[in-house]
């Protein structure tokens, strides 16, 4: 595996496997097409920022299968083989909740508590449960919620944005070096931009 993106996985609407998560139909095609994985990436775009108010019900439908039940759909019928690994990719959102990403927030939060849990189940067969939640890195969708990202990045502790292949590379060397004991944890992929601690 020459990085992140040579996984054999799901990685939501672009890729090798194309699969909208926001159709169960999808899902339910791309999981008879791919029975098992030795290495799952559960990874999807997220919503265009909406004041709670402006939210729609096909808003919430929408993204309620996009960013959940389309992800408890795959790890169903999707079976990780034993000393497996997934590997879930939500955002810094679900540890500080942003107003102007709330379906964001309130989606991958719930798909991450879902996600904790199942670490438990799948801890038994040596299978490593392991949540990324990146805050800015550099892709289309930085792109598309900050007007000026290089006056953004200067803001940033690092002074940049992170770099997709960093995530890839970490991904890359947890499979490589067999490290299964970070199984259940989130790791903050944030260039020390966050203010928690926890």
Known sequence: ????????????????????????????????????????????????????????????????NQLFLGFCSLLQKIKINDNGYIFLMSSNVIKEPNAKLIISSAYRSAFSSVFKILSKEFAKRQISCINIAPGPIHTDRTKELIDDVDAFAETLPMKRLGKPQEIGDFVKSIVEHDIKYLSGAVINFDGANSNFVY
């Open 1 to 64: 595996m020459d990085s992140y993106e040579d996984c054999h996985s799901f990685r939501g609407l672009k890729g090798k496997n194309e699969l909208d998560t926001s159709s169960l139909e999808s899902v339910s095609s791309f999981a008879e097409k791919h029975k098992q994985a030795d290495i799952l990436v559960l990874n999807t775009g997220g919503p265009e920022p909406k004041e709670f108010f402006s939210i729609t019900e096909d808003d919430w439908n929408h993204y309620h």
